[in-house]
């Protein structure tokens, strides 16, 4: 009895596997399956049968598109946006070629930036801004490409591809919307970034002083003036040049010393030009006095 009943909803299965799956289609199905008696083993193959139609059965279609699409914008509106995004999916493709495709294409980035996946967000509002260049969300497409892209970048101490990246297409869209009004938190984050880039130099920098690479610091600290002449981190800048430098002339053979301790007061007077009211200027005074000495002794013992 068990076998025949089995056999009887395995033959309605593939009578219909040609059909189009529906809820409804499905509810008899159901029901017999429920009602097979005997052990749960012999009907593991029927069971997964039914599942994997009962599956199909959700999938979106055209003829579902506009209640799927419904249900869609309600998890959007409610902030459910991962539920969002998997909807906006499935219907993105059927959509093509209609009025609704870039809507789609929209929100489904916009699920993402929002659930915060930014790298999955900047690579579909990128696909919008290709695929859609003359709508009316270019632009904002566009911003929260760049958005996403600068919420990709990492800690400074780690490599800046995606920093320079996102510095790049902040620059193009500040130039292809000049008067976006975006334009002030574009700015924000370029600051932001180029201090990032400034820190990962100055580490550096700071890294060749305290292993005794005297040269090394001195062309990272000469990089590092002309690609950030106006970056906070300036003074702490100078003041590790200050130290390098003076260093280096202390640990130096005595016919290289004066040379040495005149580029030592050199980096001292950069900070008393510049930033006469950092922190470190007090500091910087006190190794400009002492060089002032050195360089006084040099010259008593040459006359």
Known sequence: MVKNSVKILIIILMASVSCAYSAESLAPLKVLYEQVPGKKDSLRKVKREYRAQEKLSKKVTFETFEQNYAKA???????????????????YPISLGTTRADTILFLFAHSYYMNKDYTMAAFH???????????????????????????????????????????????????????NPHIEDCNRMLDELRLKLARKDLEAMKLYYNTDHFEACQVAAKNFFVEYSYSPLMPEAIYYLVLNNYEYARK??????????????????????????????????????????????IKSKSN
């Open 252 to 297: 130096s053979v005595e016919r290289k010393q004066e040379e040495r301790y005149k580029a030592c007061l050199d980096a001292c007077r950069k900070m008393e030009l510049e930033f006469p009211n950092s922190n470190y200027y007090k500091e910087t005074s006190k190794i400009a006095q002492e060089v002032t000495k050195q360089l006084e002794k």
């Open 125 to 179: 509002f990128r696909d919008y801004v290709r695929r859609y260049p003359n709508s009316e969300r270019t632009a904002e497409a566009f911003y929260y490409c760049i958005s996403a892209i600068y919420e990709t970048s990492p800690d400074y101490y780690l490599d800046q591809s995606n920093t320079e990246y996102a510095i790049e297409q902040i620059k193009a869209f500040v130039q292809a919307y000049p008067d």
């Open 73 to 91: 914008m309600r998890f959007y509106e409610k902030q459910q946006y991962l539920s969002a995004a998997s909807l906006f999916e499935e219907l």
